[in-house]
């Protein structure tokens, strides 16, 4: 045996004393002994190791021998069920010129579920980032690339203190990368120095139209304590309708967010943007509580107050039932944001739930559950990029469990590829068809789950 495949093995028996069953690490905190660091190299070395699941509650997991965790291939990192608190992840390497907690390299994708993730601002071991992409992708290089995407979905976790001098963000996309999609869902973000999350790299390169994500969505989460964005994008150029990220913001809580002239939101220059029943609040030194741009992009069912007006450029849009009252939170300073039994924000939404982030609905008695994991219907999206050369994605959403076949075909009807064709868990899902081999022309994909069929044209040119 290898030497180096050795010396995993025996981390993994020796220091985080984990049990792996088919595809899960089982990692009980241990101080001192970087388990969840050791773990997550032995998935990225071991095929078929894919989930790195923490089973002590409240536990420390402490990175120590390595100034960050690099994720290098598809990985899912979630606390067990049943746990009374939260497995807690820090970094606390004393010599690190810059401490974060997770960053995605080249072929690595991070789904994190049920964590707490703690910058420890304030302390001598301050993070400037809790995840990150790779930083030294090159122009043109082989990495996280619009050929190579990564994917990031943040489920059920709590960031928090991440602050170093004026720096710090929750989540930063660096320049050159790209991602298929970027979810967050029932999450609480408090106290960041700059941005909360950001992806605006080719902000320096204006009129390039380069852009850093097809799919975002930030859903039922409260953000406060931001001391810029709470989350900012940027799609490349100010052209109307051209090709750029897709963003939905819904149900979510933002207070004291967006100080000393910037905003709330910022979805800059992105036209397919909708933000819908959110409550933003107590921010009153911002430029915009929110700026959108273009005529597809729109604000509805949403509650501003004591923050600056929004901003419409190039025809986007107010929507109907946009409120601007006190939303009468419990306790605002201490991170309560339970709404009033007599606030008027209750019942506005436009599922008929109060705006903001659910947890804080008197009325919501699951605000425990992580809500609308499930999508609301079957959809085959179109592929990007298209035209492509060789590699391209295709998205497509379940809202059940169906046997799934994906199929690409030539203009005469013959099978070209089977991409999918096999049973799925109802979900959100992202394939890459490869045409290399194939002649330059049109193609048409077509997907069958259970009863629902439909296609889609896309166009190959090699």
């Known amino acids: 045996m290898k030497s ?37 190299e032995y998935a990225n070395e071991t095929t078929g190791v894919d989930v790195v699941e923490l089973t002590t509650s409240g536990g420390l997991y402490i990175t120590q021998e390595s100034s960050v965790i690099k994720i290098r291939k598809p990985i899912l990192i979630r ?62 290089a082989t990495g996280i690339s619009v050929t190579n995407p990564y994917t990031l979905k943040v489920f059920d976790c709590y960031f928090h203190d991440v602050v170093k001098g004026s720096d710090g963000n929750f989540f930063r996309a660096y320049k050159y990368t790209f991602a298929d999609s970027v979810i967050f869902r029932n999450c609480i973000f408090k106290n960041c120095g700059k941005e909360g999350i950001r992806l605006k ?59 000393n002239n910037s905003r709330i939101v910022n979805a800059w220059e992105c036209d397919d943007t909708e933000v819908k029943n959110c409550i933003m609040t107590n921010s009153p030194t911002n430029e915009f509580g929110i700026k959108l741009y273009g005529p597809t992009a729109i604000i509805h069912h949403c509650n501003l107050y004591n923050v600056g007006d929004f901003k419409i450029s190039r025809n986007a849009v107010i929507g109907e039932s946009m409120l601007y009252v006190d939303p009468l939170y419990q306790d605002a300073a201490n991170g309560d ?107 048409i994909y077509r997907i069958q789950a259970g009863n629902f069929v439909q296609i889609r044209k896309c166009l190959l040119i090699n």
């Open 201 to 259: 790299g080719y902000y320096d390169m204006e009129g390039t139209g380069f852009y850093q994500v097809h799919y975002f969505e930030v859903t039922n989460c409260t953000f406060y304590n931001t001391n810029k964005e709470a989350i900012v994008l940027y799609a490349g150029d100010n052209e109307p309708l051209t090709i750029g990220p897709k963003i939905r913001i819904d149900h979510c809580t933002f207070d004291n967010c967006g100080y």
């Open 79 to 140: 606390a067990a069920e049943g746990l009374a608190a939260k497995p807690i992840i820090q970094n606390m390497k004393v010599d690190a010129s810059t401490r974060i907690l997770f960053e995605i390299m080249d072929g690595g994708s991070l789904t994190l579920r049920g964590l707490e993730l703690d910058g420890l601002a304030g302390t001598t071991t301050n993070a400037k980032y809790i995840i990150r992409t790779d930083d030294d992708p090159q122009a043109g």
């Open 337 to 443: 944001f339970t709404l009033d039994a007599t606030s008027s924000v209750l019942g506005q939404a436009d599922d008929g739930m109060a705006m903001g982030d659910p947890r804080w609905d008197p009325s919501n008695t699951s605000v425990k559950e992580v809500r609308f994991l499930k999508p609301a219907a079957f959809v085959l999206e179109q592929n990007y990029p298209n035209p492509f050369n060789s590699m391209t994605n295709i998205n497509y959403a379940l809202p059940e469990k169906a046997h799934v076949m994906l199929t690409v075909f030539d203009m005469r009807g013959r099978v070209i590829r089977v991409i999918v064709d096999e049973f799925k868990e109802a979900g959100f899902y992202s394939v890459q068809w490869n045409g290399a081999r194939e002649a330059s022309g049109v193609y």
């Open 4 to 40: 180096w495949i050795l010396r995993i093995v025996l981390l993994k028996i020796l220091f985080f004393v984990s049990v792996v069953h088919a595809q899960v690490i089982h990692v009980p905190a241990q101080a001192g002994n970087d388990t969840l660091r050791k773990a997550v």
